[in-house]
C-alpha cells in the first residue's frame, strides 16, 4: 500500500508540473490539428479517431495550463505512460516511424523526470 501511495503523491512543484504538462499537450494537438490539415492522408485514414486524439488532448491542456489546480496527483502520475501510448499510437496509426515522429516519446520522458520521483519514472 505504501507503494501505490507512493507513487501516486504529489510532485514537489505541482502547479509547475500541472502548467507544463498543460504546454506539453495544448502543443501537441497543435501539432496534430496543423499536420492533419496539411498532409492529406496523414491522419491515417481515421479523421473521426484523430480528431478525438486531439480534441482530448486540448481539453486535457487547457485544463492544465489555466487550471492547475484541478489536476489531480493520479493524473500527473499516469500522464506520461498515456502520453506515451497516444504518442505510439499516432506513430501506428499514420504509419510514420522516422526519427521524427520518434523524438515526441521525449515529451512524456522529460516530464517524467523533471516533475516525477524516482518510484515513479518507471
Excluded at 499537450?25 to 492529406?40: C, E, R, W
Excluded at 488532448?57 to 500522464?79: D, I, S
Amino acid at each position: 500500500m505504501t507503494v501505490l501511495r507512493s507513487l501516486f503523491a504529489a510532485p514537489e512543484h505541482r502547479r509547475a508540473a500541472a502548467r507544463s504538462a498543460g504546454a506539453f499537450l495544448l502543443v501537441g494537438a497543435a501539432f496534430l490539428t496543423l499536420f492533419s490539415m496539411i498532409l492529406p492522408g496523414w491522419d491515417g485514414g481515421r479523421p473521426a479517431l484523430m480528431a478525438a486524439v486531439v480534441a482530448g488532448l486540448t481539453v486535457q491542456g487547457v485544463r492544465g495550463w489555466f487550471f492547475p489546480h484541478t489536476m489531480t496527483p493520479a493524473e500527473m502520475a499516469l500522464l506520461p505512460p498515456l502520453l506515451a501510448c497516444v504518442v505510439a499510437g499516432q506513430n501506428a496509426w499514420t504509419m510514420d516511424a522516422t526519427a521524427g515522429a520518434q523524438m515526441f516519446l521525449l515529451w512524456p520522458l522529460a516530464y517524467a523526470a523533471l516533475f516525477l520521483n524516482s518510484r515513479r519514472r518507471w
